[in-house]
């Protein structure tokens, strides 16, 4: 009889870690992580701690390290290096223009699955080669040469193609946030070819919804995201941190002060998003290019992000991401 009592002990106890565990890695989609906090009133019993320091699990779980759905953090971030749109025949390249770095944004961070993020981009310092002639500004409005924005853009969590569930790195997904979709227009000044002619940037990847949508073929639509409309994805970034300067992927769980995205020379193309419990679909990401050029197009960078509990002061906290 002791013996059985044993047998049920164990049985117990493996269930409560079980449980323990999946109350801070049930999720199946990568979500944001942000130091121990209290969880609104509308996710109150969601959270994974009953403490303030997020060191005991369980209990009345009014606390977490991951943002739920309804909370919300204020972000911003500011290039590190030049930032460039590149087409088969031209190159925009934005250097920064003091006191501006090369790209400057400011947000918010949404909870949820998958964590998304809603921002208003500027680029300064834009110039263009315009057809192989040097000289020519880049500027949304001639009376700020050489600026490109504001751009608004929402963002996603993703994983790599072929990761699906994957702990050793996250993507970060962009899509435009303006009228259908266009990221920016943009017109060539200066002494060069094409002088006084615009350009458009297009997002031309997968078409992702939002809730309320119904998924196609050609129609993804995320779990839990702010409400967009239909926007087709235009760029894969990597999520990571920025050590000594230099670009560094994290990895699930790993935050950082010093957050980073990098949208890598050779683009990313595809990745995987999780519409369904536990299905991965393919999303596929790119840009083009209208007006006086007309041709598929890449855009690199890096940008040095930070994320605070308040926009104003605005404090930097470690974050991340987690699946």
């Avoid at 981009?121 to 057809?131: M, P, R």
């Avoid at 017109?187 to 070819?193: F, N, R």
């Avoid at 997968?206 to 235009?234: H, M, N, R, V, Y």
Wanted: hydrophobic fraction near 40%; charge should be neutral; aromatic fraction near 6%.
């Amino acid at each position: 009889m002791l013996k059985r009592f044993r047998i049920v002990g164990l049985c117990l106890v493996a269930v409560m870690a079980v449980s323990a565990f999946g109350a801070v890695a049930a999720q199946a989609t990568p979500v944001w992580v942000v130091p121990c906090h209290k969880v609104i009133a509308a996710n109150k019993g969601l959270g994974a701690y009953e403490d303030s320091a997020c060191s005991k699990l369980g209990g009345t779980k009014e606390f977490s390290k991951i943002l739920l759905a309804g909370e919300t953090v204020a972000v911003r971030s500011m290039g590190v290096g030049n930032f460039i749109l590149k087409t088969a025949n031209d190159t925009i390249t934005c250097s920064g223009s003091a006191p501006h770095a090369s790209e400057e944004n400011t947000g918010t961070f949404y909870g949820g699955e998958p964590g998304t993020n809603s921002e208003t981009i500027t680029f300064y310092g834009c110039k263009g080669t315009a057809g192989g002639a040097n000289g020519c500004t880049a500027s949304t409005s001639s009376t700020n040469p050489g600026v490109i924005g504001p751009v608004n853009v929402n963002t996603f969590l993703a994983y790599p193609k072929g990761a699906f569930k994957g702990t050793a790195k996250a993507l970060v997904g962009l899509v435009p946030a303006g009228t259908g979709n266009v990221f920016a227009t943009f017109k060539l000044e200066g002494s060069c070819l094409g002088a006084g002619q615009s350009v458009t940037v297009e997002a031309t990847g997968t078409e992702i919804g939002d809730a309320p949508e119904t998924e196609t073929a050609s129609l993804l639509i995320l779990k839990k995201p702010p409400t967009w409309g239909k926007k087709k994805c235009g760029l894969l970034g990597e999520a990571g941190k920025l050590v000594a300067g230099s670009f560094v992927v994290t990895k699930s769980g790993e935050t950082a002060i010093e957050g980073a995205l990098n949208a890598p020379a050779t683009a990313i193309t595809e990745g995987e998003v999780e519409v369904t419990a536990g299905v991965a679909k393919l999303v596929k990401c790119g840009l083009k290019t209208t007006g006086f050029f007309a041709e598929t197009a890449t855009e690199s960078g890096v940008s040095k992000v930070e994320v605070s509990l308040t926009a104003s002061p605005f404090t930097a906290i470690a974050f991340g991401w987690e699946v």
